[in-house]
């Protein structure tokens, strides 16, 4: 059975709350078994972050939620019941493998996906014709979709997503290949979905995306869940406050911390159980340290996906 690690409040206060709810999910292909034991919850109206190692069973996780795949076992749900496309819920999904039809005009495209989810010829334009114009490619509206840069087809396929105003919105790797400023956009994009009313489950690789707008985790690894909850609760399960300074000088030992990082001129030190940051600092200062800087925070969540998975974001696959 899978054992997480230990994080604190973490219990929904009712089923109604719940828009995903999987436990004891485990799925095999064959003789690899690709998730073992997997339990977490979705909650309404929060943005969920499902954060791994490539391989580590991201997809195969919304695909068997989906009913894309079947589980080997385990409780998969989506508000209460396994996914039906035919119950009504609201779905909008962005898939890693993107999928339109590139050798159509993008409006003709966008039109076309409306219809299928529900709205008129000219609601699905008007809807269609305004994401556009938000994400600077109106001039393309005419323009066959493969003429567009990957970027450019990419916000197209997050416009298809989202046409449906959707309950709730999985994106996997929105913005993957992005530069800065068009994953600015794509976020801000993804943050109104949410206000309007959309619980979100996003997959990605961006840790400042994860702290920005995620109010829950869970880290994925090896198919079993190595921790789930709140952000600052799984910053404190990896290290609790960090202390950083710039110095010049030589920091000793000390019972009252631990030195993680020793720069030239930059340290990390992790204060001991009780000590507190003004004892730590006269002490530094006692010893003859020159200190400049010196400031307190929690570790961020690219410090601590780098400490669970090292080096295993190399691994190929997209599992």
């Not at 954060?51 to 076992?73: E, H, M, P």
């Not at 039809?101 to 966008?110: G, L, R, S, T, W």
């Not at 600052?232 to 911390?257: C, E, F, V, W």
Request: glycine share 8%.
């Amino acid at each position: 059975m899978c054992k997480y690690r230990e994080v604190p409040l973490d219990v929904a206060s009712s089923e109604e709350d719940l828009v995903v709810h999987i436990e004891h999910f485990a799925m095999s292909f064959a003789a690899r078994t690709v998730i073992e034991d997997l339990s977490f919850d979705i909650r309404r109206g929060e943005t969920f972050g499902f954060l791994g190692s490539n391989g580590s069973g991201k997809t195969t996780t919304i695909r068997a939620l989906l009913g894309i795949y079947r589980a080997t076992s385990g409780t998969l749900l989506v508000e209460g019941k396994p996914f039906d496309p035919a119950s009504g819920i609201r779905l909008g999904y962005l898939p890693e493998e993107r999928g339109l039809y590139k050798k159509e005009p993008v409006i003709d495209v966008m039109v076309y996906f409306g219809r299928l989810k529900g709205l008129n010829h000219d609601d699905a334009k008007k809807w269609s014709m305004a994401f556009l114009e938000r994400v600077e490619l109106e001039a393309q509206a005419q323009i066959r979709l493969d003429k567009l840069s990957s970027g450019q087809q990419q916000k197209v396929q997050l416009g298809v997503t989202i046409m449906n105003n959707p309950t709730l919105l999985i994106l996997d790797e929105p913005t993957k290949g992005f530069d800065p400023i068009n994953r600015r956009l794509l976020m801000d994009i993804i943050e109104d979905q949410r206000r309007a009313g959309a619980t979100v489950m996003m997959v990605t690789h961006q840790m400042d995306e994860v702290e920005r707008l995620c109010d829950r985790v869970v880290l994925l690894k090896d198919g079993r869940a190595e921790a789930y909850g709140t952000i600052s609760a799984i910053q404190d399960l990896y290290g609790g406050t960090t202390i950083k300074i710039r110095y010049s000088g030589d920091i000793p030992d000390s019972d009252l911390y631990t030195i993680a990082i020793r720069e030239r001129n930059h340290a990390e030190l992790k204060a001991a159980s009780g000590a507190s940051d003004a004892q730590v600092l006269k002490y530094l200062v006692d010893a003859g340290v020159a200190v400049s800087e010196f400031s307190t925070g929690r570790p961020s969540l690219d410090e601590i996906f780098l400490k669970v998975y090292g080096n295993e974001s190399n691994k190929a696959g997209s599992a």
